[in-house]
T-cell receptor
């Protein structure tokens, strides 16, 4: 299989605090992981590409200092939403590329962030 | 910019009937296409994929058709079941970029 987990599944925080979301590939190693954001009834929007051992590549319009990404190992990438505000409330989903030769991404279950 | 779009935002089908979900893509350089199923509050689930050197690929109860001439992708679900109710997304990619561009999604409702 190709199982990707995320933790936490839901988080509620106060405005101004930082929240860390973990993405793990459970049964494979992933050199590359991706972070998406999804608004209600909308499609997935790629935020950044996380590369193990190097800096993440951010999509245009995504603030690097706002959304900190760390890919410290081949099975773990983290997304930290810094100084969160209500407009950061969203569904955050990660994916992992199990085999670079196939380009297939496997997605985590998502994390619902609510900022009060 | 390049985009992937869907013709129907909502599709309602009777249980047991076949479903066809369509997707148009605009990047002629894309060579890898994927269909995902997303249930409410969950992450996308891989259904089936196809590369640009093929025009049809079959899985279990699902078939993906690719028409590169008109840049059109479709997902056919045979004998649609209540458990098929979800939002379906198509995505396109170009080999080596690892980046997906997702379509807007189609909600499939299966009527009993």
């Amino acid at each position: 299989g190709a199982v990707v987990s995320q933790h936490p599944s839901r988080v509620i925080c106060k405005s101004g605090t930082s929240v860390k979301i973990e993405c793990r590939s459970l049964d494979f190693q992933a050199t590359t992981m991706f972070w998406y954001r999804q608004f209600p009834k909308k499609s997935l929007m790629l935020m950044a590409t996380s590369n193990e051992g190097s800096k993440a590549t951010y999509e245009q319009g995504v603030e690097k200092d706002k959304f900190l990404i760390n890919h410290a190992s081949l099975t773990l990438s983290t997304l930290t939403v810094t100084s969160a505000h209500p407009e950061d409330s969203s569904f955050y989903i990660c994916s992992a590329d199990r085999d670079s030769s196939t380009d297939t991404q496997y997605f985590g279950p998502g994390t619902r962030l609510t900022v009060l | 910019g390049e985009s992937v779009g869907l013709h129907l935002p909502t599709l309602s089908v009777q249980e047991g009937d076949n479903s066809i979900i369509n997707c148009a893509y605009s990047n002629s350089a894309s060579d890898y296409f994927i269909w995902y199923k997303q249930e409410s509050g969950k992450g996308p689930q891989f259904i089936i994929d196809i590369r640009s050197n093929m025009d049809k690929r079959q899985g279990q109860r699902v078939t993906v058709l690719l028409n590169k001439t008109v840049k059109h992708l479709s997902l056919q679900i045979a004998a649609t079941q209540p458990g098929d109710s979800a939002v379906y997304f198509c995505a396109e990619s170009f080999s080596g970029t690892y980046k997906y561009i997702f379509g807007t999604g189609t909600r499939l409702k299966v009527l009993a």
